[in-house]
T-cell receptor, first 116, second 116 residues
């Protein structure tokens, strides 16, 4: 069974600084997807970034980028130029590639606070 | 706006009662997932439907059931409710394949259930 571990329950960062959230996962699959979801106080689950395991290049979305280390089964999220609106719970998630079947497995989350 | 619609947004009921949560997936999405988010259990996968058929089952209690209808909307039925069933219930959908398939789940805003 796949598992996702986020070892940092809470983190804080000053506005405009950079912060990195850690995530490790365990799987015997070779093809899969990894995601970071953001859950602000509104409780909506918002996709931040996606990485396909077969791609060696790390995904980037504006101020958000990942460091994907497949051999180490590590998938960290870097937030640059942190903004107050980045304050939220961040969930790392894994989904194996399986056509019509496959559910998202979440880590426990990291609560990020951006301080002015 | 993810395109996934959930109703009701909030629901307060008493122990022993039965409730139905409704989800309309994004247009064209064939897969519907249900997740439960509680403070102590995090985000737990309950069940997945694909084009009307059950495809995967997670930690769903026997008191809970779900179905997906021909128009692809889904309902999650929770019966004999207990205090511990109080949680945020998310529905999510995913594309069925082809060029629209990108792996990630798109989440609704959730239905917050409070059992008193």
């Amino acid at each position: 069974a796949q598992t996702v571990t986020q070892s940092q329950p809470e983190m804080s960062v000053q506005e405009a600084e950079t912060v990195t959230l850690s995530c490790t996962y365990d799987t015997s699959e070779n093809n899969y997807y990894l995601f970071w979801y953001k859950q602000p106080p509104s409780r909506q689950m918002i996709l931040v970034i996606r990485q396909e395991a077969y791609k060696q290049q790390n995904a980037t979305e504006n101020r958000f980028s990942v460091n994907f280390q497949k051999a180490a089964k590590s998938f960290s999220l870097k937030i640059s130029d942190s903004q107050l609106g980045d304050t939220a719970m961040y969930f790392c998630a894994f989904m194996r590639e399986g056509g019509s079947q496959g559910n998202l497995i979440f880590g426990k989350g990291t609560k990020l606070s951006v301080k002015p | 706006d993810s395109g996934v619609t959930q109703t009701p947004k909030h629901l307060i009921t008493a122990t022993g009662q039965r409730v139905t949560l409704r989800c309309s997936p994004r247009s064209g999405d064939l897969s519907v997932y249900w997740y439960q988010q509680s403070l102590d259990q995090g985000l737990q996968f309950l069940i997945q439907y694909y084009n009307g058929e059950e495809r995967a089952k997670g930690n769903i209690l026997e008191r809970f059931s779900a179905q997906q209808f021909p128009d692809l909307h889904s309902e999650l039925n929770l019966s004999s409710l207990e205090l511990g069933d109080s949680a945020l219930y998310f529905c999510a959908s995913r594309g069925g394949g082809g060029t629209l398939y990108t792996g990630e789940l798109f989440f609704g805003e959730g239905s917050r259930l409070t059992v008193l």
